[in-house]
């Protein structure tokens, strides 16, 4: 935006609320600041005295300075002489004070160092659809909210105060900010502010004669003025004095009963709801109890609470009425501006938490886990971490490996990302229909409201079929959560109707209608949204119809709003505490996860006990409040940013810039951080191996893996790899094509290959089952290449090869099968046949039985089947589980392969039965054979030993699966065992016959 632009828009950052914009232009000499003049310049550019006349002139209202005033002012200022000429405005100002109670003390005056800072809202146009900031803000609410001896008498002058005159004609501030400047919407039907009941517009205020030289109230004024939102307390009379004068260069407005005796009223204008709204702090006491059930529920519980849910719909309530009011009052809704100021105040939070993530993971987390950890700060950056993790939740492998991510609880702030993008979009489809179809003007928000009915209608069905389809991929996803935002946003703008219809108010002297109920509805909102996490499985139930559960409770908070009560749920969500921790919500999300997530990591904990977990919240609240302090409000605050659009995008784009280049500082190449052991040479280990009387030289490559000759622990030269950055990429992973579509098969059913290099196969194998099966894709591949072959993998994550019935993922696997085989056609099928133990013992290895029902459809067909027996697991959700992760560490610290082996190996006959327990399979039937193949034996547990590392490979990439890099060197051994399953095979035998059932 132009700086004509800027001097023609409707803005006032920063400007204190209660307090004119001066527009005065500078004076000769005169440079222009925060505060209007330079101190040194204030004696020699004071305006002259008002004269009487031109104190009982109206005077025109003030031009606005661009920038956020200057917070450094807290002395009071010296109080201008009173004329003779002055007095009787000062008399009558005195009068109309003793009739009303003063206005209550401006929140925007809080001290900028000051924790209730942090509450202040800023302008309307600053403040659309912020997550963490309210629009509307103490100061709007009327002036009868607050007892006279709440606000101290300097504080809030008289002349700031409306006189109680029905005949006098009321303003709203804003409207009469902008009066010059912004073309009103069919102003000769809009009523009079004074007979609007809308209790979600301000009340009627005139300009304020005093600028930002006002004392700045105290701690106790602060609480004293929230807790008179529902705590109301009798007025008492101003105590009269003497009107104070503005430095300003221009006359001083006449207060409302001045204007009455001296002055003609202006005619009534027409009331404008885009700029001024009441701050609800049951909206904000909200959000505190939310972000607290997300941080408790995850530290104690694992569990998800809902909060979350609750976040996004109080986004899209806020959001909305912020520009539904613009839509209203004809203002732009300057979309690319908000989208500017939106996520430049969102970003630095965000990006000064992802950097802490990447150096905790890199100090603390796993190595396997940096690569994860990598990608996911780049995806919560760019607002697709939602989509980064649904793809990894249909991922058996990828799923797990991020399961200690911690950087998954940005799933949220990203859909957030998205609507905010989203939704403005949505406005302005509404402000084209109202420019091109004149009848839908009269009716804006009924515009809004019919089209996120038909989000909600359409976005609601998604989510109950996606949910009960791929409930894990649903989570995630946008479309499955966008009637959560809309039912907020409906909401949003239905609520001033509901307001007016109820009786409801905002203004602690005026009771509501039906207060007790009020009151009851508020405590059972809260109390349906306390429990939902507790009674509704969240995490395996949502985002389908029973997340309304936690919306519908935030909605009667919200509903029930001002009860007047002491008892009401609005008291309590007014209380200190709980509005602290709403205004540290957001940056309490962000860091309450990571810090957990380094804890648990530390202590090598599942799950945070009472006091530890205790602890890991306070530092999450401390960090939560230097995060809001230093990085939030300082940027959200800066007039720099705010006075040009580029450098609001400048802001953005240095944070991307901050995260894409942080991530490489810490993780520089993560495969520059792998390990290195003892750099030999070639022909040292030769040598190794010839001196022990001529036996087998090891062979001349870095990394032989399975094919080591000499020793398992020494065979082998330079890095071991994989590397952290490749070592959780599956084998099966690494297929070219899917044929999924091909064979017309369920989502939930894999079918990937890669085709013969030559056109068509000699010969197609096709690896069947779980991803113990598809982990051995990299041995087949290297054979493939090399003999013209295609490869199959054919299942799913988890799913044994059966017909048997299933009612989780392996559902859809197992009615599949027969269309699985008839399509791919495989010369050799190869699965698994035993099944091993995490916890090893007398129960460390059984049979798969539930084979009996698959394997009948590979002997009709004559195909011959290779079953594997599988290999040792270790405890899975244990750290000293994952194989990788121990191995690495001691070759980090100057180790080798054998101290790895000492410290992270196992005997076989601790991890494996001693015979195989699938080897009654074993059939020679020449038409359909069953070959049973041993790899731990052969290959995994060298000499009855199952070491991590082997011919200086990883051999396990976590607890029980094998890394691709070991599977490729295993191709000799495949290679022998499916050349010996189809030297079994008679091509000229005849499938057996069925034998006649006796009874003829």
């Not at 007014?574 to 921790?581: D, I």
């Amino acid at each position: 935006m132009s700086d004509d632009d800027a001097r023609s828009a409707p803005r006032a950052h920063g400007r204190r609320r209660g307090t004119p914009r001066d527009e005065t232009p500078p004076g000769f000499g005169e440079k222009p600041g925060a505060d209007g003049p330079l101190a040194d310049q204030v004696g020699q550019d004071a305006p002259p005295e008002p004269t009487p006349a031109a104190q009982d002139a109206p005077t025109p209202p003030p031009a606005r300075r661009h920038g956020r005033r200057a917070r450094h002012l807290e002395e009071p200022p010296p109080e201008a002489p009173a004329s003779p000429d002055a007095e009787p405005s000062a008399a009558a100002s005195a009068e109309s004070s003793a009739e009303t109670p003063p206005a209550r003390a401006d929140y925007a005056h809080v001290h900028p160092e000051s924790l209730d800072a942090w509450l202040e809202p800023g302008d309307a146009t600053a403040d659309l659809g912020y997550p963490v900031e309210f629009e509307g803000t103490a100061d709007d609410v009327s002036a009868d909210d607050n007892p006279a001896e709440d606000v101290p008498a300097a504080a809030v002058p008289a002349e700031d105060v409306p006189a109680e005159d029905d005949a006098a004609p009321k303003h709203d501030a804003a409207a009469t900010d902008d009066a010059a400047e912004i073309p009103r919407t069919n102003p000769s039907a809009a009523a009079p502010v004074d007979e609007a009941p809308d209790a979600w517009t301000t009340a009627p205020r005139t300009e304020s004669t005093v600028h930002d030289e006002r004392p700045l109230p105290s701690h106790a004024d602060l609480d004293r003025a929230t807790r008179g939102r529902t705590h109301p307390a009798p007025a008492a009379p101003a105590a009269p004095g003497p009107p104070q004068q503005s430095p300003s260069r221009r006359p001083s407005e006449p207060a409302p009963a001045e204007r009455t005796a001296a002055a003609p009223a202006p005619p009534p204008r027409p009331s404008e709801p885009a700029l001024s709204v009441p701050f609800r702090v049951e909206i904000h006491g909200l959000r505190a109890i939310a972000i607290l059930l997300v941080a408790v529920y995850h530290i104690w519980f694992g569990r998800v609470s809902g909060g979350v849910d609750v976040f996004l719909f109080i986004s899209a309530f806020l959001l909305t009425g912020s520009f539904a009011r613009r839509l209203e009052s004809g203002r732009p809704l300057a979309v690319p501006r908000y989208w500017l100021k939106t996520f430049k105040r969102l970003l630095p939070p965000a990006v000064v938490t992802i950097l802490g993530s990447l150096i905790l993971a890199f100090t603390v987390l796993p190595p396997t886990i940096w690569a994860t950890v990598q990608r996911q700060a780049w995806a919560s950056a760019l607002y697709i971490q939602n989509y980064v993790l649904a793809a990894d939740s249909v991922d058996y492998y990828a799923h797990d490996a991020a399961a200690a991510s911690p950087l998954q609880h940005f799933w949220s702030m990203s859909i957030q990302g998205q609507i905010f993008l989203l939704w403005p979009l949505l406005f302005a489809l509404g402000a084209l229909l109202m420019r091109r179809v004149p009848v839908l003007r009269a009716h804006p928000r009924r515009l809004m409201a019919g089209m996120f009915s038909l989000v909600i209608v359409i976005s609601l069905v998604w989510s109950i079929v996606s949910t009960a389809s791929n409930q894990t991929f649903a989570y995630f996803d946008t479309a499955a959560r966008l009637w959560e935002f809309a039912l907020g946003s409906l909401l949003g703008l239905m609520l001033p109707r509901i307001d007016r219809a109820t009786g409801a108010t905002t203004s602690a002297a005026t009771p509501p209608r039906f207060a007790a109920a009020r009151a009851v509805i508020g405590w059972v909102g809260l109390a349906a949204l306390l429990s939902c996490g507790a009674l509704v499985d969240v995490q395996g139930m949502f985002p389908g119809w029973i997340a309304i559960w936690p919306l519908a409770a935030a909605g009667l908070v919200i509903l029930a709003g001002r009860s007047g009560r002491a008892w009401g749920a609005d008291a309590f969500l007014s209380l200190r505490p709980v509005a602290f921790l709403g205004s540290i919500a957001y940056a309490l999300y962000l860091v309450h996860w990571p810090l957990l997530i380094g804890w648990l990591a530390l202590t090598g904990q599942e799950r945070a006990g009472a006091l530890d977990g205790a602890g890991v919240l306070a530092v999450s609240l401390l960090v939560a409040w230097l995060l809001t302090r230093l990085v939030d409000t300082p940027i959200r605050r800066s007039a720099w940013l705010d006075a040009r659009p580029r450098r609001a995008l400048a802001a953005v784009a240095v944070s991307l810039v901050v995260v894409l280049v942080g991530s490489q500082a810490v993780f520089p190449a993560v495969g520059e951080r792998s390990l290195t052991v003892a750099q030999g040479s070639q022909d040292a280990d030769a040598d190794a191996g010839a001196s022990d009387g001529g036996g087998p030289a090891a062979p001349a490559v870095p990394n032989p893996g399975a094919q080591w000759t000499v020793d398992p622990m020494t065979d082998g030269f330079g890095a071991t790899i994989p590397s952290p950055d490749v070592v959780t990429k599956p084998s099966e992973h690494t297929y070219a094509e899917d044929c999924q579509k091909e064979l017309g098969l369920p989502d939930t059913v894999t079918c990937r290959y890669t085709p013969a290099p030559d056109g068509d196969p000699d010969l197609t194998v096709a690896l069947a089952g779980d991803s113990h099966a598809g982990q051995y894709t990299g041995a087949i591949q290297q054979i493939a290449k090399e003999r013209n072959w295609a490869v199959y993998y054919i299942g799913h994550s988890g799913c044994t090869f059966t017909t048997d019935p299933a009612t989780n993922q392996c559902e859809d696997v197992n009615t599949s099968w027969e269309t699985l085989i008839d399509g791919v056609d495989p010369d050799v099928l190869i699965t698994m046949g035993t099944r091993t133990s995490f916890d090893g013992g007398s129960d460390t290895e059984s049979d798969r039985e539930n084979l009996d029902s698959a394997l009948p459809l590979t002997t009709e067909r004559g195909i011959p089947v290779l079953l594997l027996r599988d290999n040792p697991r270790w405890p899975k959700k244990e750290e000293s589980g994952n194989r990788f992760d121990c191995s690495f560490d001691v070759l980090r610290e100057g180790g080798d392969a054998a101290q790895a082996d000492a410290e992270c190996g196992d005997d076989m006959k601790n991890r494996m039965d001693a015979e195989n327990p699938s080897a009654y399979r074993a059939s020679d039937d020449p038409y359909a054979p069953i070959r049973i193949a041993d790899p731990a034996t052969d290959v995994l547990c060298p000499k009855g030993r199952c070491s991590p590392i082997i011919g200086n490979v990883f051999v396990y990439r976590d607890s029980y699966h094998l890394t691709d890099a070991f599977s490729r060197t295993m191709d000799d051994w495949f290679e022998e065992q499916i050349d010996a399953t189809l030297a079994m095979k008679d091509p000229d035998a005849e499938a057996p016959q069925e034998e006649a059932s006796d009874g003829g």
